[in-house]
């Protein structure tokens, strides 16, 4: 128990000072409150992300709808060979229900040809925009957010050590300067 207390600085040695024991305690307060709170910490943020995604992908879902567009012109062929799939902008036609026909430009797989039809997207104004989020990337968003939030905190209290780590250095180094002040006239005087 007394090597454990040592090497944490907190052992009884006569050159340990005042500022060393508070920062060793400091230290372990710190440890203490990440060991505590980094779990709440990725439980909350998991909760958090949980209840705002479903709902935010819902809501997207809730005005969007999926329609069929037909493509007005050929999509180049890519000289790309490191892209798996390669997409261009297209000009497209798609009826809007209730509204009628509407012409944009959507993406569409490089090499299509003028007439073939593609799924899309659509806002309540019947303009293109990106699929609703899946469940997976949902899951793999929820999943990012728990394991971050403990790693924000862990950042949080290495600074916050840092910090005080500074504050006590100066201190100690003005509690030496102050100590030399005394000592050195007398040191002085035994020299010569």
């Given at each position: 128990?007394?090597?454990?207390?040592?090497?944490?600085?907190?052992?009884?040695?006569?050159?340990?000072?005042?500022?060393?024991?508070?920062?060793?305690?400091?230290?372990?307060?710190?440890?203490?409150?990440?060991?505590?709170?980094?779990?709440?910490?990725?439980?909350?943020?998991?909760?958090?992300?949980?209840?705002?995604?479903?709902?935010?992908?819902?809501?997207?879902?809730?005005?969007e709808h999926r329609v069929t567009a037909t493509l007005?012109?050929?999509?180049?062929?890519?000289?790309?060979?490191?892209?798996?799939?390669?997409?261009?902008?297209?000009?497209?036609?798609?009826?809007?229900?209730?509204?009628?026909?509407?012409?944009?430009?959507?993406?569409?797989?490089?090499?299509?040809?003028?007439?073939?039809?593609?799924?899309?997207?659509?806002?309540?104004?019947?303009?293109?925009?990106?699929?609703?989020?899946?469940?997976?990337?949902?899951?793999?968003?929820?999943?990012?957010?728990?394991?971050?939030?403990?790693?924000?905190?862990?950042?949080?209290?290495?600074?916050?050590?840092?910090?005080?780590?500074?504050?006590?250095?100066?201190?100690?180094?003005?509690?030496?300067?102050?100590?030399?002040?005394?000592?050195?006239?007398?040191?002085?005087?035994?020299?010569?």
């Amino acid at each position: 128990m007394a090597s454990l207390a040592r090497r944490m600085g907190l052992g009884h040695s006569p050159l340990r000072r005042g500022t060393d024991r508070v920062e060793a305690w400091i230290r372990i307060a710190l440890v203490l409150a990440f060991v505590i709170a980094a779990p709440l910490a990725g439980w909350g943020a998991a909760h958090w992300a949980e209840s705002v995604a479903p709902s935010a992908a819902h809501a997207r879902l809730a005005g969007e709808h999926r329609v069929t567009a037909t493509l007005l012109h050929d999509v180049p062929n890519s000289s790309d060979y490191l892209a798996p799939v390669s997409l261009g902008w297209v000009k497209a036609r798609w009826v809007v229900p209730g509204s009628g026909a509407r012409t944009g430009y959507i993406e569409a797989p490089s090499g299509s040809q003028a007439g073939s039809t593609m799924q899309v997207w659509l806002d309540p104004a019947g303009i293109v925009t990106a699929p609703p989020v899946p469940p997976s990337q949902i899951r793999d968003w929820v999943f990012l957010m728990a394991v971050l939030a403990p790693v924000v905190l862990a950042l949080i209290l290495l600074a916050l050590m840092a910090l005080f780590a500074r504050i006590l250095e100066r201190r100690r180094l003005a509690s030496w300067e102050q100590a030399w002040s005394a000592v050195e006239p007398q040191w002085s005087r035994r020299r010569r």
